[in-house]
């Protein structure tokens, strides 16, 4: 198998702090775990007491039905034989809906009442069409609106009971949520003014950092490692803030940022309530957090499985290799990837043997704008080559790329050093995430469109990101590939 050399590749301004971001086994570090923990903890709790008050407005919507039509409440019957029929099914249905609703969000995320009470009339409409369906006899129309009130009032009684609780046990823990104020003194003063008086959540302990001639802002925030970053965006010019909230984002701090926000980082941008002023957080790309653990698993499950069905294919193509031209079956090309290291990224191999040390020749045919090489009938491709790109089966290795944690199933797509070098600072961004073997460049016609409007692709994505965006691709790849759209 061809090699090339892995090392890092330097560049300007670049920090020798780890990166949160592109740590594999970001999942399992100390702070990280914890967050995962103390909000498993919350969701369950919250999901076993949505569940009794469920139970309880059923329970009480029984009774009240009993006591209108003036029968006697047989409190054990009135459990085996309405419970044991519905419950089972109503509590899925509810924690699922409550799910999709945001209810179980952080506290300062999460809806009140109003949202409860919206959710359980969706699962009363469910149980309805659900019933009728199957033709089931509702012989009292007026129990489900009535187990829709109770319900919604028992479930906010004991998320409120939650929510004071929890917020009584930190006062007494002295909890604190470590915040570095960055703006001029005015706005730093209204700033801890304000979220000292917020009564929604963890209270602030304001931690300071020195600023001198030689010590930048991003400086500060290293030197400080706070919590989070909350920064006045108005009192900084926009350089400054990017650089503020890379750096942020670089070492795992959350970044809030008050009102009189700029076009370009908006984007990011979800309000959080309840602080006393409004705060916009601005997430970091999907490298972190849950996001990440659910892109990695995924990645890990379809690769193992493509892998294993895959393996005769492998060997046929392996076998097409060694009997069209002389060299190895696998090619490492160094390529870039997250935080901008290089890594050899494995492909069949489709040209004959040396072929990059000829490239420099071939510069002058390059058919591609910008960063991009590519030549559309390239001298140096074999003739399986030429068949294995056509249907993109000379990627296939990069799955072990993927299960190395080199790469990502999706993601922007990592270009060779040659076309690295010759990025411009703007198109860096596309490295905050793992490359992909597939992405938007492969299924939006690649070839007709310029450089800049790959790139934008790549930061549409890193924005955008979910599992079903990822499925999106993964589905349209292959008919992108047939069609021929956009491959050279």
Known sequence: MATQPTEPVPRPGSSSDRDVRALRLYVLQRGALRTFVRRAAAIVSLAVLDA???????????????????????????WRFEF??????????????????????????????????????LVAAIVLAFGYGTGYDFNTTGLIPTAVVLSAATVGLLRAAYDSSMLELQRILHARRRALLLGDAESNANLRRMLSGARGGLAYEFVEAPLSPEMTHADRVALARPDEVI??????????????????????????IAPKTTELLIERGEYVPGQGMPLFELR??????????????FDLAVSALVLLVGTPLWLLIALAIKLDSRGPILYRDRRIGVRESAFGMLKFRTM???????????????????ALFKIRRDPRVTRVGS?????SLDEMPQLLNVLRGEMSLVGP???????????????????????GITGLWQISGRSNLTFDDLVRLDFYYIENWSIWLDLSILIKTPVAIVSGRGAY
């Open 352 to 370: 004959v043997r040396n072929a990059d040390v000829r490239q420099q020749e071939l510069e002058e045919r390059n058919e591609a704008a910008g």
């Open 284 to 297: 970091p790309p999907v490298l972190a957090g849950a996001d990440w653990a659910m892109k990695r698993t």
């Open 413 to 435: 797509r990592p270009l060779p050093v040659r076309d690295y070098e010759k990025l411009e600072a703007w198109h860096r961004k596309r490295y905050l995430v793992l490359p």
């Open 231 to 256: 920064l006045t965006e108005g009192d900084f010019d926009e350089e400054t803030v990017l650089e503020i909230v890379e750096t942020a984002h670089r070492l795992g701090v959350k970044v809030r």
């Open 52 to 78: 009794i008050g469920l139970a309880l407005g059923i329970y009480l919507a029984l009774v009240l039905r009993s006591v209108v039509y003036g029968e006697p409440v047989l409190w054990s019957l009135l």
């Open 84 to 121: 044991d029929e519905w419950l089972p099914f109503l509590v899925p249905i509810t924690l699922l809906v409550f799910w999709q609703a945001g209810l179980y969000a952080s506290r300062e995320r999460r809806a009140g009442l109003g949202r409860v009470a919206s959710s359980l009339v």
């Open 387 to 391: 068949v294995l790109r056509r249907l």
